[in-house]
């Protein structure tokens, strides 16, 4: 098999090139061909020698993940679905807005995870992602988009690792997916325009801050780790004080000088005013250690399976009101692609039934988490 060179950051492809008797400035040449240039046909990268271009037809090639559909939202967002072969798929969300063009991006097919209210987290795990197929949903959009929009400049100006799966779950595909994302003769999005989302894999977050410190947002969804043992089962591995401190600690190495705390609002489950004051207290008591967040509160998309509802509008108002008056910047996430199914946690991609993923979801539906004050 050859290699796929979407595959390598820069520093990968340096040392791959090495391997073929080239000197480090062709791996940059041929990065910014790939990256900058959207080309995978080598005979059109016309500064290489033509005995580079007849060895990388030999030893690689440059390829995307194959397209099942594109679906075009009336407000702009554009919903890709790749096939990632044996019957699995994932899928990846571009929003435009009028200041930035985001893409969210999946790292893996399914997700080990299995939180109660995501349809990701439902279906099971498959498998990781590699690099490629994760620098490849970007590649793709990027220069699909700039096609497509008539543009010459880029379009892509954040990524959010938000789509399928946990991306701290596949931390070794993942940082080279960074970097090159970063990388000035890659993408060359600013680290604070790449945002990491984690439900919390603490050891990996660590790591993460080491090896390529980029912004983080957490997936908190609860004040306390009863409430959130059963909505984020890796709570019980990981609970919140140590995955507080851990967050607190990565901010002395990260680009924002902020976490991100996603809580998705579930009607009834963790939506009371009685949640909101637990978890001022709670950040308050970390914030006296230094921590120092934004909220975004994600009204909940729902899918059938879950048996959960959103809160009501009036609900996370005044939930929001709760955390703004202890002084958190608070926003309300926008649902954006209603319409095409492409908000967050809505992104299903599969196209079959994993085994064991029937009982599971039987036995997530067990969990008695709508008592109102199971968190009291
Ligand atoms: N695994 C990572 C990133 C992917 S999920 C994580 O959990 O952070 C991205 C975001 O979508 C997370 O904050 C997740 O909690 C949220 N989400 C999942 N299912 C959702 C749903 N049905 N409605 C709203 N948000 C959801
Ligand atoms: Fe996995 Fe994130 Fe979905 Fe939880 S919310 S199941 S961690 S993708």
């Known amino acids: 098999m050859t290699a796929n060179l979407l595959d390598f950051d820069l520093e990968g492809l340096a040392v791959f090139c090495d391997g073929l008797g080239e000197k480090r400035f062709r791996a940059t040449q041929l990065f910014r061909w790939i990256h900058q240039r959207g080309m995978s046909n080598f005979d059109d990268m016309s500064d290489l020698a033509k005995s580079l271009r007849e060895k990388l037809k030999v030893h690689t090639h440059v390829s995307a993940l194959p397209v099942l559909s594109q679906q075009f939202s009336k407000d702009g967002t ?9 019957g699995d798929a994932v899928e990846t969300v571009f929003i435009p807005e009028d200041d930035r063009g985001t893409l969210c991006v999946s790292s893996q097919a399914g997700c080990a995870i299995g939180c109660r209210f995501c349809s990701t987290g ?16 970007l590649w793709f959009a990027e220069h699909f988009l700039r096609k497509h929009l008539n543009q010459t400049d880029r379009v892509i100006s954040n990524v959010v690792m938000m789509g399928m799966g946990e991306p701290l779950q596949n931390y070794a595909a993942l940082v080279p997916a960074l970097t090159t994302m970063l990388d000035d003769h890659g993408y060359g999005l600013s680290r604070r325009r790449v945002t990491v989302s984690t439900s919390g894999v603490v050891p990996m977050i660590t790591r993460l801050s080491q090896d390529c410190p980029v912004a983080l947002a957490v997936s908190l969804h609860a004040p306390n780790n009863t409430l959130r043992d059963h909505l984020v089962p890796l709570n019980r591995k990981y609970p919140l004080d140590e995955l507080l401190e851990e967050c607190t600690r990565y901010l002395a190495k990260a680009p924002r000088d902020f976490i991100t705390f996603e809580y998705c609002m579930l009607q009834g489950v963790n939506d009371q005013i009685s949640h909101a004051h637990e978890l001022v207290q709670l950040i308050q008591k970390h914030a006296a250690q230094g921590l120092r967040c934004k909220f975004n509160l994600i009204p909940f998309n729902p899918f059938k399976a879950s048996g959960l509802l959103r809160s009501e509008d009036a609900t996370v108002a005044k939930f929001a009101s709760v955390l703004l008056a202890a002084g958190f910047v ?10 095409i199914d492409a908000a967050c946690g809505q992104l299903a991609g599969d196209v079959k039934d994993r085994t064991g993923v029937v009982d599971r979801i039987a036995q997530q539906r067990a969990i008695p988490i709508r008592l109102l004050d199971a968190s009291a």
């Open 78 to 86: 554009i919903k890709w679905l790749f096939d990632v072969g044996a």
């Open 122 to 137: 439902h279906q099971g795990f498959s498998r990781n992602l590699s690099t490629a197929e994760i620098v490849s949903q």
């Open 330 to 339: 608070t926003t309300v996430r926008k649902t954006r692609g209603d319409d």
